[in-house]
């Protein structure tokens, strides 16, 4: 059995809370081999008293995350845990969809590409195709960048509210760069394009171009994009055909998200 909040270990850990800690022991008890349990049977699981078990159930139930049975006097999962969950399934809905394109638009053009969500005032990068030549990009899935100084967050920023720009950007604009009101303006400019070219933004020397990934709501989930080093060559490329499959290939993956077309 997994490490309750009661245990030794949990209660000498000053920075857990103890509270969630049982609230999230009480939720993995949850199992396709067991669906159900008592309050009784809940409590001596976790080795907590009835009192504590029932706060804790109570809690979860009054929130979705558990749904209690008055006949049989039980519990089972409740529609909140998908609500909780729904984050990261989604993530690995768009990963698993979106990296067969991202590998052949990198064959296809020989650039780099990647795919990255909004985090807070970031981006995640989630999925990359790094290009087969010797000089790639030097971003790693896993890596954070500012949304505001790269192609793929410009696209993400996008697609947000300007209150939701606003929040997401009040503390990232003190000091040198574009002000809050600049940024917004630059959004709503972004979310007239179909595709968002820049030379040398977060990475000198680098040439790149997103576009947006919806899901079947219209809704901008996600972006890609393709990155090369800046030539001028390379950035007649992007300005041509290579544009163009960049802006394809990434309404053929919201396509396969369920969206249907229409902005």
């Known amino acids: 059995m997994s490490e309750t909040v009661d245990s030794p270990a949990a209660s000498e850990d000053r920075y857990l809370v103890p509270g969630l800690l049982r609230g999230l022991n009480v939720l993995k008890l949850f199992t396709p081999d067991r669906p159900s349990w008592s309050l009784k049977e809940i409590a001596e699981a976790l080795g907590i008293t009835r009192s504590a078990a029932f706060r804790t159930v109570y809690t979860l139930a009054e929130t979705g995350c558990l749904l209690h049975d008055d006949r049989a006097q039980s519990y089972a999962l409740g529609p909140g845990v998908l609500r909780l969950t729904y984050g990261y399934v989604a993530t690995r809905e768009i990963v698993e969809i979106a990296q067969p394109e991202l590998e052949r638009l990198r064959d296809r053009s020989g650039w780099s590409a990647h795919l990255g969500v909004l985090d807070g005032a970031s981006v995640l990068y989630v999925l990359r195709a790094p290009a087969r030549s010797a000089t790639t990009s030097i971003v790693q899935v896993g890596s954070r960048l500012p949304a505001k100084g790269t192609t793929l967050g410009r696209v993400l920023l996008a697609g947000l509210s300007e209150g939701e720009i606003i929040d997401r ?7 040198k760069g574009p002000t809050l009101p600049a940024l917004v303006k630059q959004a709503r400019l972004d979310a007239k394009a179909e595709a968002i070219i820049h030379a040398g933004d977060f990475e000198a020397g680098i040439v790149s171009a997103a576009a947006p990934v919806r899901d079947m709501t219209g809704a901008v989930v996600a972006a890609i994009n393709i990155t090369a080093p800046q030539t ?20 053929r993956i919201s396509r396969l998200m369920g969206h249907d077309g229409k902005a």
Not at 169 to 175: D, I
Not at 236 to 249: K, S, V, W
């Open 169 to 175: 950007l009040r503390g990232e604009t003190r000091g």
């Open 232 to 251: 001028a060559e390379a950035e007649a490329e992007l300005r041509g055909a290579l544009r163009a499959d960049l802006i394809e290939t990434a309404r």
